[in-house]
T-cell receptor
Framework: EPEVTQTPSHQVTQMGQEVILRCVPI?????FYWYRQILGQKVEFLVS????????KSEIFDDQFSVERPDGSNFTLKIRSTKLEDSAMYFC?????????????FGAGSRLTVL | DAKTTQPPSMDCAEGRAANLPCNHS???????VYWYRQIHSQGPQYIIH???NNETNEMASLIITEDRKSSTLILPHATLRDTAVYYC?????????????FGAGTRLAVHP
């Protein structure tokens, strides 16, 4: 079964460092999303991406965050200068679009620990 | 999107049916009911969705009341691996963009 692949599975970084989290969505999917989940809290929407641009972003997704689909397969989330409160699981998701069921498929997540 | 209400936690014995309720009394006519689950800290996993009719797949059954104000996810023979947080999400199907908003869900514990 096709899956969404995320790397790295775990990253430890120092506060103030830049981090890039990578995702390879399912190949025929057109809509892409990043979510995060702070330990013990809800899964929160960060940003959605379609047709090479951001379609929606949440209040969490401030100027420190950016997304990119550099080569038609990878979908990346960059955090420019990490803060302690960015420590969380980050989930990438994608869906195909079109009529009918639009089920989101999620990756296994990248755990980010900011020290 | 309509708001949903789920019990915070439930227990179920292994091998028995797990019936997880969801209230969505403000649902509108074009909103679907989606169920996802999250096992430990893994990514959310799609289970099933429906609009009006009851639905069944290899994972579960979804029963939607006639007035569509509530639904029940049924895991017919729960196993220990079904221990997870289950999310009921109501969402308009726009035929493409499908941002999901997750609530707190129901934490299901399946015990031997």
């Amino acid at each position: 079964e096709p899956e969404v692949t995320q790397t790295p599975s775990h990253q430890v970084t120092q506060m103030g460092q830049e981090v890039i989290l990578r995702c390879v969505p399912i190949s025929n999917h057109l809509y892409f999303y990043w979510y995060r989940q702070i330990l013990g809290q809800k899964v929160e929407f960060l940003v959605s991406f379609y047709n090479n641009e951001i379609s929606e972003k949440s209040e969490i997704f401030d100027d420190q965050f950016s997304v990119e689909r550099p080569d038609g397969s990878n979908f990346t989330l960059k955090i420019r200068s990490t803060k302690l409160e960015d420590s969380a699981m980050y989930f990438c998701a994608s869906n195909q679009g079109g009529s009918g069921a639009n089920v989101l498929t999620f990756g296994a997540g990248s755990r980010l620990t900011v020290l | 999107d309509a708001k949903t209400t789920q019990p915070p936690s439930m227990d179920c014995a292994e091998g028995r049916a797990a019936n997880l309720p969801c209230n969505h009394s403000t649902i509108s006519g074009n909103e679907y009911v989606y169920w996802y689950r999250q096992i430990h800290s893994q990514g959310p996993q799609y289970i099933i969705h429906g609009l009006k009719n009851n639905e069944t797949n290899e994972m579960a059954s979804l029963i939607i009341t006639e007035d569509r104000k509530s639904s029940t996810l049924i895991l017919p023979h729960a196993t220990l691996r079904d221990t997870a947080v289950y999310y009921c999400i109501v969402r308009v199907d726009l035929g493409g963009y499908n941002k999901l908003i997750f609530g707190a869900g129901t934490r299901l514990a399946v015990h031997p």
